[in-house]
Nanobody
Framework: QVQLVESGGGLVQPGGSLRLSCAASGIVFSINTMYWYRQAPGKEREYVAGIDRGGTTNYADSAKGRFTISRDNAKSTVYLQMNSLKLEDTAVYYC????????WGQGTQVTVSS
């Protein structure tokens, strides 16, 4: 049974930081490309960042320079370090594992508010 469990969301002020984690089980984590997506109220789910099994990273323009995706294969966990958070970063953040199949976590809420 595949499980992706996100954690680390919460309420933060503009300019603050959060570190999201996504712990995977039931998959061979090291061969999966891992992604973070987000969905704000009333909007489509959008891509945030990705990291392949070799550690190559990619970011949406909205995340470049502020967010960092990383992975720890020994812990089967992918992270998203988010700095300089803005009001528009408020969303539910989802992790996604892709190899031959695509699996999603249940999401973690990030709210940026003063």
């Amino acid at each position: 049974q595949v499980q992706l469990v996100e954690s680390g969301g919460g309420l933060v002020q503009p300019g603050g930081s959060l570190r999201l984690s996504c712990a995977a089980s039931g998959i061979v984590f090291s061969i999966n490309t891992m992604y973070w997506y987000r969905q704000a109220p009333g909007k489509e789910r959008e891509y945030v960042a990705g990291i392949d099994r070799g550690g190559t990273t990619n970011y949406a323009d909205s995340a470049k320079g502020r967010f960092t995706i990383s992975r720890d294969n020994a812990k089967s966990t992918v992270y998203l370090q988010m700095n300089s958070l803005k009001l528009e970063d408020t969303a539910v953040y989802y992790c996604n594992a892709v190899y031959t199949h695509s699996y999603w976590g249940q999401g973690t809420q990030v709210t940026v508010s003063s």
